[in-house]
């Protein structure tokens, strides 16, 4: 189809934007030198100084007592749920387009032996609170699962980057409270909730059992996630973490990234939201049939744009965008990903620049007019 292709990576005037995910953006130089430089040890021993200062402050940052390292928020969610779902024949509730329903190969069930009673997400991440209370198993009896936990994602990834409301999670926090169960908050991306809410983090997780998030997505850092809860909740979840695995060693590498993340990378995250915010609107100001944004919803990291799938094809999009022709007047190569069937995910992050964002505009302009003019005839 496109018989000129210029290949983005041999081609040195065509910049490349990529939008696929933030967990693609690399550690900072700052973040580098602090792991060069780390005082470190056998973190199974608990003799990794870097690695305690890290769990002590993002303990700190989400108002919890204490926290635990791990290598990945899947690994994180699936501690939580192997903690707080201790009992066999538990359930737990999650939201129908939530991280750990959809995206965690079902780690729940295969690891934990827990399954999943679903509850419809609104397109704002929330659920319906009397769904919710349905779903809970008053006095199961013994045909029955026991309901043990209720996990909520924030912000909601498939959603849209959306912020739960704060009083919507009071409310949730109080369900469980009543029935005795837990809560978590798979906070991934809890640090671009609190930016977008100007509240601090732990404000956001507030009315929450455990919470974890992620350092190596807007934070920047290479890898690592850090989940947050009780002395005793934590204390447990160090001991299925060597289970399963993630017992490591000179860990105080990565902590000091985790550590420049949390004291660096927290503040700039508005920048992101607003370059997302651009993006939306200059997809918004093209007033397109095809391609269709909603400005009033965009509130983070995370744009979806909404494809009319009867017209253009997800991939055939996501392979124009990426593409520069020798005729196109703007010389990006945009990428995304597609999560859901109607439309692409665009994640900004801290090397997004200003320009690329410009350029990732007019890259998208391009492509939104030409298939506008295609389907006007
Ligand atoms: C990325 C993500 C995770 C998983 O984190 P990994 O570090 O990639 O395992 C969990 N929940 C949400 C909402 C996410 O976006």
């Not at 890259?363 to 939104?368: A, D, E, R, W």
Request: charged share 25%.
């Amino acid at each position: 189809m496109y018989e000129k292709i210029i290949n983005a990576d041999m081609q040195g005037d065509v910049r490349i934007v990529d939008l696929r995910s933030d967990t693609i953006s690399k550690p900072t130089q700052q973040m580098r030198e602090a792991m060069y430089n780390a005082v470190v040890g056998d973190d199974v021993y608990g003799e990794d100084p870097t690695v305690v200062e890290l769990e002590r402050r993002s303990a700190e940052v989400l108002g919890k007592e204490d926290a635990a390292f791990v290598v990945s928020g899947t690994m994180a969610n699936l501690l939580a749920i192997m903690v707080h779902c201790n009992q066999r024949g538990s359930e737990m509730i999650s939201g129908d387009n939530g991280h750990t329903f959809r995206f965690e190969q079902g780690g729940s069930a295969q690891i934990a032996g827990v399954q999943t009673a679903l509850v419809k997400n609104n397109e704002d991440g929330t659920f319906n609170l009397d769904e919710l209370r349905q779903r809970i198993r008053k006095n199961p009896d013994f045909h029955e699962p026991v309901t043990s936990l209720i996990v909520v994602e924030n912000t909601h990834n498939l959603c849209g980057g959306k912020v739960l409301p704060l009083d919507w999670l009071e409310k949730v926090g109080n369900i469980a409270q009543e029935n005795n169960i837990a809560v978590h908050m798979d906070g991934a991306r809890i640090m671009n909730a609190a930016v977008y809410l100007q509240v601090p983090p732990k404000r956001v997780a507030k009315d929450v059992d455990s919470v974890c998030f992620c350092l190596s997505k807007g934070l920047g850092a290479p890898i690592g996630a850090m989940l947050c809860g009780s002395k005793s909740f934590i204390s447990k979840a160090k001991r299925f973490r060597k289970a399963l695995g993630g017992g490591w060693r000179q860990a105080g590498i990565l902590a000091a990234a985790g550590l420049v993340a949390l004291d660096t990378m927290i503040d700039r995250l508005y920048r992101d939201h607003e370059h997302t915010y651009r993006i939306a609107k200059a997809i918004y100001n093209m007033k397109s049939n095809i391609f269709k944004v909603d400005l009033a919803t965009v509130q983070t990291n995370i744009l979806l744009m909404y494809v009319d799938c009867s017209k253009v094809g997800i991939k055939e999009l996501q392979r124009r965008l990426q593409t520069v022709l020798q005729t196109d007047s703007v010389k990006a190569s945009v990428r995304c990903t597609s999560l859901n069937y109607n439309c692409v995910r665009f994640v900004l992050y801290w090397e997004i620049t200003a320009e690329d964002v410009q350029l990732a505009c007019e890259k998208i302009q391009l492509v939104i007019k030409e298939y506008d003019e295609k389907f006007k005839l």
